[in-house]
Each structure stands twice: as C-alpha cells, then as structure tokens.
C-alpha cells in the first residue's frame, strides 16, 4: 500500500495534506469516474473552493479539511490520539495511520493477480465510489488498464423490497429451501437470471421454478427410457457440425440452432435468460415429438434428433447445474454443540410451515391459525412476508 501512494506520487496523482494524511487527487486523473457510472466531474468538482464545511460532499470523510477537491478520497488517513482501534495504525515511512477503503483492495489485487484483472466482481452498490476509486488508483499507479470486465449482481428482493436484517425480511436457505425440491428451484431460479438485474424472490417465482424443473425432468426421464444408457460422449456426432446437412434429422437440426443461440446467449455478458429459452426450445422439441408418436403408433422415435436433445441438455446443465441429488446437510449426530443448531429449523416445523402456506392459498384461515399455534407450540415463531416465504425463527 506504501509502495502504491509513492507510485501515484510520482505520477502526480497523490499528495499529503499538513495534517499527515494522503489523498488522491480526482481532479488531476484523466476519465476519472467515467468507466462505470458515467460521472461529470466537473460537477463533482463544483465547491472545491471556500471552507472545509462548503467542500464536504456525498464521499467526504472526517479527514478531509485540508484536501484539495472535494472528491479527493483518502488513500491514507493520518493518525489521530482519540481513535479507538489503536490495533488498526501502522508506523511506515509516509506517515502514521491506516489505509483508506480503497487503497487495500488495489494493493492486494496488484500484488497477488498483476497490473491487470481479467474480471473483477462485485455488488451493483460499489459501483461508486469504491470500484471507480480502485480504478483511478491502480490505472493512476501502473499506466495500465486496470480490469477488462466488470461484473457487478443485483441485489436480492422479497417481494418488492431488497432483502436486510434492518427490515426484518432477511431469509436464510434453510427457512426458503425447506425441501429438496425447493433447493433445486431457487438454484434454477438464481442461475437463469440475469445476475445484473435484482433478482426477486417470492412463493410464485419459487413456484414458477418448481415447474420448469418438472418439465425438464420429465422429459430427461423420457429420454433416459428411450435411449437406454448410452454414454453422454459416445453421441457427439448427433449434433457434429462435419456431419452432412442432408443426414440430420430436422430435430438435430433444430437442436443445433438452439444451442448455437444458447452459447451466444452465454457469451453476451451471462445473459442467462436468453440461454434458459434456449433450453425451453430443445425440451419443447422433443415435448412434441412425443406427442407426435403417442398419437400415431405408426411412427418410430427419431433416435438421432432424441440423441442430440440428449447431449444438447447434458452440455447446458454444466451451466444450469439441473441434473443433481441435493446433499444432505444434516449435522454429525455426535455434534451436540447448541450454537451449531442457531438457525435451523427442524423439518416438522417446516412441514406446518408448508401446510400453512397451502391453507392460506386455499383461504382455510381457520387452519392456517391452528397450524401458527402448532408451530409456536414448538417454541418457533412465523412472521408473514409480502408475496414470500414466512421467516421461521426460534422463540427466546
């Protein structure tokens, strides 16, 4: 982190104020604030000049009377007699203190994985300013570009709210997933999201997952009866694109355009939507030709166009991850540490928990509140959440 201020020092882009604090100074960083969020800093820059108090702005902090912009964010921050974590300060050669934010991140990522990233993730939040800032201070260090591609995930949503602790519509898996099924589904639901976006998680997109699943299963099912236990690798040439375009079935042909479109899919930033359609595509394709042949017992099983749908769902689960047992997660029945237990909810609770759910679904409110008795009865406590599952917490 020394070595990173000197560096930025010499390039002109850091400066030490008369209390004994470094900061980096925006106004001098080309592009500064412009590869993520587009900033004006010209703007930013606006009441740069006059008193401390007229400088503070939306980054400011407690060290910043003498910087020079009113965006310039520590890179180290003076040492102060009254801070409370004397265990944090360190006696270097630019001064004693500790670092700022931003500076440890840029000098882990230069030490350990070079000048330049491949991808670089992170929550949409840091965006700005901490992903901006280790931008300006690693660029500003080595002349070189810093990271090639921004990954930044969207938040998770109760219903329409984003889930925390503060708004008590904080949801464990455990308390979510109660069941197998119900862990492959919010699997399924979260990796064919767009990972940008916010991702909201209610019992009807739950729901909506659920059934997704049941129709890939039962068409995997299907074609596990038909096909037998053919090898996965011994059937590459049903969708071979040497193969001669008159020997395919139309089947494989299709198969073939829609896993085309599926690597495309993944290939545009992760847009895991498009590449779940891609999916829905080649599990309707031999939905329907299914039907075709319980109509008409006439017909035979087009074995090389179901041997391409085969190979074709076996390639996208190594994205989707479908095709799975869920592991069972109960605890070492010699484990009789208490704190171990915090937060588990035994599975007869849950199952109250769902026989309330679907009583409630069914306006059974008579039910539903005998069912809440049983499970306080048990020393749990249920808290609705709009358009969610309920949280399922232990009673003090």
Avoid at 231 to 255: H, L
Wanted: aromatic content about 8%; glycine content about 6%; hydrophobic content about 35%.
């Amino acid at each position: 982190m020394v070595d990173l201020i000197k560096d930025l020092e010499s390039n002109g882009l850091a400066y030490q104020s008369d209390e004994g604090s470094w900061y980096f100074n925006v106004g001098k960083k080309e592009g500064y604030g412009k590869q993520l969020v587009n900033l004006d800093v010209k703007k930013m820059m606006v009441g740069a000049s006059g008193d401390a108090g007229s400088r503070r702005g939306e980054d400011a902090d407690e060290y910043d009377a003498d910087k020079v912009g009113v965006r310039d964010f520590a890179l180290w921050k003076a040492y102060k007699p009254n801070f409370d974590r004397e265990d944090a300060v360190w006696d270097v050669s630019i001064g004693k203190g500790r670092p700022g934010w931003h500076l440890e991140c840029s000098a882990m990522a230069r030490k350990y994985l070079g000048d330049t990233i491949d991808i670089h993730c992170g929550g949409i939040d840091l965006k700005f300013p901490h992903h901006e800032n280790e931008i300006a201070q690693s660029e500003g260090a080595t002349s070189k570009k810093y990271v090639n591609y921004w990954v930044h995930n969207g938040f998770v949503n109760i219903g329409q709210e984003k889930m925390s602790k503060s708004k008590g519509n904080f949801l464990t898996l455990r308390t979510a997933c109660p069941k197998d099924d119900d862990v492959r589904a919010y699997r399924y639901l979260v990796v064919s999201s767009q990972y940008r976006n916010p991702l909201t998680f209610t019992q009807k997109t739950l729901d909506a997952s659920k059934s997704a699943l049941k129709r890939i299963d039962k068409v995997n099912l299907q074609l596990s009866h038909i096909l037998g236990e053919t090898e996965a690798t011994t059937i590459d040439t049903a969708i071979d694109d040497d193969c001669e375009s008159s020997q395919k079935s139309d089947i494989t042909k299709q198969v073939q355009k829609h896993l085309n479109n599926y690597n495309l899919a993944l290939l545009d930033d992760l847009s895991m939507p498009r590449a779940a359609a891609s999916l829905f595509a080649i599990v309707k394709l031999a939905e329907m030709h299914f039907k075709e042949i319980n109509k008409d017992d006439s017909l035979s099983y087009d074995m090389h166009g179901l041997h391409s749908v085969q190979h074709a769902l076996i390639q996208m689960d190594k994205v989707f991850g479908i095709f799975y047992t869920v592991p069972n997660l109960n605890h070492d029945e010699n484990d009789n540490d208490d704190d171990s237990l915090e937060g588990i909810v035994p599975e007869d609770v849950m199952e109250l928990v769902t026989q309330r759910i679907e009583a409630k679904k069914e306006k059974e409110w008579e039910l539903a509140d005998n069912l809440r008795n049983q499970v306080i009865e048990l020393g749990f406590s249920i808290k609705d959440v709009k358009e969610g599952v309920p949280l399922v917490t232990r009673l003090d």
